[in-house]
């Protein structure tokens, strides 16, 4: 069956950088979109960043645009983000997501209501 698993997250300063993971199982990265949201406490999920590897499209949240890139490595059946200048509003849950596809990234990609698959999420704290 279809299985997200995100690790990597941890502390780090602002202004620092760090490389979360999603390892996928059950299908393979070309037929899906795979993106990335984020949870604060008390606030809404959203969707920060997608890949699209099949079609080889990507999309980003315009507070992470040029900070945050998104990659896949097909061998190894894994997404990442990578986040650089972190800021103390980066820091959230931060959960990896699966649509069927093969589709391109675009908002409904980064809308939690058209996920199909989540994973349990990491912990990035930015410290001030």
């Known amino acids: 069956q279809v299985q997200l698993v995100e690790s990597g997250g941890g502390l780090v300063q602002a202004g620092g950088s760090l490389r979360i993971s999603c390892a996928a199982s059950?299908?393979?990265?070309?037929?899906?979109?795979i993106s990335w949201f984020r949870q604060a406490p008390g606030k809404e999920r959203e969707g920060v960043a997608c890949?699209?590897?099949?079609?080889?499209?990507?999309y980003y949240a315009d507070s992470v645009k040029g900070r945050f890139t998104v990659s896949s490595d097909h061998a190894k059946n894994t997404v990442y983000l990578q986040m650089n200048s972190l800021k103390p509003e980066d820091t959230a849950d931060y959960y990896c997501?699966?649509?069927?596809?093969?589709?391109?990234?675009?908002?409904?990609?980064?809308?939690?209501?058209?996920?199909?698959?989540w994973g349990q999420g990491t912990q990035v704290t930015v410290s001030s």
């Open positions: 059950g299908f393979t990265l070309d037929y899906y979109a």
């Open positions: 890949i699209s590897s099949g079609l080889g499209n990507t």
């Open positions: 997501a699966a649509i069927p596809g093969p589709r391109p990234c675009t908002t409904v990609t980064m809308t939690p209501s058209f996920i199909h698959y």
